[in-house]
């Protein structure tokens, strides 16, 4: 299985405040592209799976950014007190909302060696994997 965000952190910790952006990232996020090889009889058989930027929801009527939800990789620790953070939230009303963080994977298969009859190569179904 492939893993979804393991350790989302926010900043500013604990709570955010409204028209105020509070940071989202995974601290411990995994690698970008993950590659494994079977070999058997002198056919190899390659999967690789490619995962995409953090993406996040909220059940808030708040703004994401980026506008798509879809952040670039993990996210990044943020420490600056200026500016919009590249990955993250500002909630227009105060409340308690829920917030899911999730990566979606594009996995694909390519054979190699031996005599292989049919497809040598194609795509896999990925999936979505949230926290």
């Given at each position: 299985?492939?893993?979804g965000p ?7 910790a ?6 105020f952006?509070t ?9 970008k592209t ?15 799976a ?8 909220t059940s808030a ?7 798509s939800?879809?952040c ?6 943020w420490h600056g007190?200026h500016g ?14 829920a917030v ?20 040598t190569?194609g795509?896999?179904?990925g ?5």
């Amino acid at each position: 299985m492939l893993p979804g965000p393991k350790v989302v952190r926010v900043n500013p910790a604990a709570r955010s405040y409204v028209n105020f952006p509070t940071r989202v990232w995974d601290a411990k996020a995994p690698p970008k592209t993950i590659t494994v090889t079977a070999s058997l009889d002198g056919t190899s058989v390659t999967t690789t799976a490619v995962r995409s930027g953090l993406q996040l929801s909220t059940s808030a009527p708040g703004t994401d950014e980026p506008a798509s939800g879809q952040c670039a990789n993990a996210g990044t620790v943020w420490h600056g007190p200026h500016g919009a953070p590249p990955c993250g939230l500002t909630f227009r009303q105060p409340g308690h909302f829920a917030v899911t963080a999730s990566y979606t994977w594009r996995v694909s298969w390519q054979a190699r060696g031996g005599t292989l009859a049919g497809p040598t190569s194609g795509p896999l179904h990925g999936g979505t994997f949230s926290t």
